[in-house]
């Protein structure tokens, strides 16, 4: 005779069998697809610590292609699976939308840009934008004014400041804002023309700031896309991004907020 707690053993032993034999596995947490973001060079510095606060705080990963607005959106054009274009202008995004790779209904400003001429400590100080003329800078680095926005703002502040002329012959074009800036890190260009947000907190060198009446204005834009696999980590980037927080950051990078200028 089996013994009371002997048999409650064994039905115990029975049932787990019978499910067991019925295909009752234990369920598993799928991991979310991380967020992929096509992003504007200028965003690198900003977004590499938003993409830090975003995974602790969702513990969903986020991956970031930077590079210039322009060739992003063409990026985007041939059906790239990004889920976030942060462009640094509306109209590389407009671009997106008109292709269908993009929702229109969720485009949103989300920060302004300011431009910056940027030398080494070891180069002469700019102390007005004429300087650029002086014999001693051979080369200017600009970002491609065809595919960049800061490129384009770079160009249009030299042609209003009637420098444009004279310096056509020493500017050297970079694919992005960031690899102008580089180029007069490694000294292949004795001034830069870039994004405030990538010197903002960089002791290294000299700034000099550009007057926004020279040029348009450097509207940063987002929009979500439509070819990704994580619609939702998206919205909540975006969010994020959009946040008193996220506006916080962006300041803190050197862009102004996205309601002032």
Known sequence: MVPPEGEARLVQAVLLGAALAGGCKPTSSKPQPAVEVAAASDLALAFEEMGKLFEARTGQRVTFSFGASGALAKQLEEGAPFDLFAAANAGFVDDAVQAGACDGATKALYAHGHLVAWSRKEGAPLRALTDLSRPEIKHVAIASPEHAPYGKAAKEALTRAGLWPALEGRIVQAENVRQ????????????????????????????????PALHGPIEQTLVLCRHGKSAAGARELARLVQSSEGQALLEKHGFDRSGRR
Request: glycine share 6%.
């Open 180 to 211: 102008a800036l580089q180029f007069a890190q490694t000294g292949n260009a004795d001034v830069a023309l870039v994004a405030r947000s990538l010197v903002a907190q960089d002791e290294s060198g000299h700034r000099l700031p550009i007057d």
